[in-house]
């Protein structure tokens, strides 16, 4: 009889249906001791390697506990991957969900590994700098900066997407600038040298992607040169960020005649902006036509950019749970990837962006 919080049923026993009802399940109190015994001793010896294996780096009057609470670098493991945002206490629930205990219980280190949810989390972690970051707990920030370690030495290691890394440890790094040159006024949850240290990583970050050269990859001889300009074409209108056109514009003089043409940035603009936003910023060139490179980047200023990720979290309106859907197990399985209750489960999920993501923890 599993509960999804807890509340004044209990929680936390096992039960069991017979015939006069549900019974709580009572175990033998010398078998719950000799499992208590037990795990007791696998976790003294787990502690006691790991202290020793280090044990001349760091001063002994450190606690066995302490030390290995500091010097975890993985995210915290729970067995389900979603969470119930919870916003108020009712009968059978107590507390809150916070945002920190959503970035806690959500698998962020595994989703960055999937290529549909890369773009996803970067943007996540972009606005929780920006605007959540004294939000989030002690727990959160040290999940927070080793899942932004795991990006930073992915990028490193595949070169992918390190434009995106760039502006978000910029974000960051102005963040806390501005909140450590004001610590009298500011709220971030921690020692202070710790946020130092961190600024220091983040500025080390920068500098190695700063430094980093991309490889060429050749595929025999052929390369993207070679191919027919129509094929070209069809590649930049596949575009939907305008300095990916802009950077591979740079790459040959056919590739730049290509990556200026109107049609191109017109469809952009339309994609990105509604048309009722054109007349308020019509830009004109010299020949009389409109400009709509121009009017891309000065609509852009005034409204938010169309976003796009491969793969989103869902809410569940029915349930109130937050979670990655697998679409694999989903169409193999029929599961939904929560608990959920209702007839329908399909119905009743809404895809999360990360704005609406952070506005579902604002109280």
Same mark, same amino acid.
């Given at each position: ?219 025999? $001889?052929? %390369?993207? @040169?070679?191919? &027919?300009?129509?094929? /070209?074409?069809? =590649? ?107 007839? $329908?489960? %399909?119905? @009743?999920?809404? &895809?999360?962006?990360? /704005?609406?993501? =952070? ?5």
């Amino acid at each position: 009889m599993p509960f999804l919080g807890q509340d004044w049923r209990s929680p936390g026993w096992s039960w069991m249906k017979t015939e006069d009802g549900w019974k709580r399940c009572e175990f033998d109190c010398e078998d719950l001791e000799r499992d208590n015994n037990f795990n007791l001793q696998v976790m003294n010896v787990c502690n006691q390697e790991v202290y020793t294996a280090e044990r001349c780096e760091y001063p002994a009057k450190k606690s066995k506990k302490e030390y290995f609470n500091n010097t975890t670098r993985s995210q915290y493991w729970y067995r389900e991957k979603w969470i119930c945002v919870q916003k108020e206490s009712t009968r059978e629930r107590h507390g809150y969900c916070t945002l920190g205990e959503a970035f806690n219980r959500l698998d962020f280190s595994s989703a960055i590994q999937d290529v549909r949810r890369f773009n996803y989390v970067v943007k996540l972690l972009q606005l929780i700098a920006t605007s959540q970051l004294t939000s989030l707990s002690g727990a959160a920030q040290k999940n927070y900066f080793n899942v932004l370690e795991k990006i930073v030495r992915k990028v490193l290691e595949d070169q992918h997407n390190p434009r995106l890394i760039r502006e978000l440890l910029q974000d960051l790094s102005s963040t806390l600038c501005i909140l450590i040159r004001e610590v009298g006024k500011s709220v971030l949850v921690g020692n202070i040298n710790t946020w130092i240290c961190r600024l220091d990583t983040i500025l080390s970050w920068q500098q190695q992607l700063m430094d980093l050269q991309i490889t060429q990859e050749f595929c025999g $001889d052929l %390369s993207l @040169c070679d191919i &027919p300009l129509q094929m /070209q074409n069809n =590649i930049l209108y596949r575009f939907s960020d305008a300095w990916d056109i802009i950077n591979l514009g740079q790459v040959s003089p056919a590739l730049h005649v290509l990556s200026e043409d109107r049609h191109l940035w017109k469809k952009l603009c339309k994609y990105h902006f509604a048309e009722k936003m054109f007349c308020r910023h019509l830009i004109f060139s010299e020949k009389g036509h409109i400009d709509w490179k121009l009017m891309f980047f000065a609509l852009q200023k005034y409204y938010p950019k169309r976003e796009q990720y491969g793969d989103t979290l869902h809410f569940c309106r029915h349930c109130s749970i937050l979670f990655w859907k697998d679409y694999q197990l989903a169409l193999i399985f029929k599961d939904s990837g929560h608990p959920c209750t209702a007839n $329908d489960p %399909s119905s @009743c999920l809404v &895809p999360v962006s990360p /704005q609406h993501f =952070i506005d579902l923890f604002r109280f």
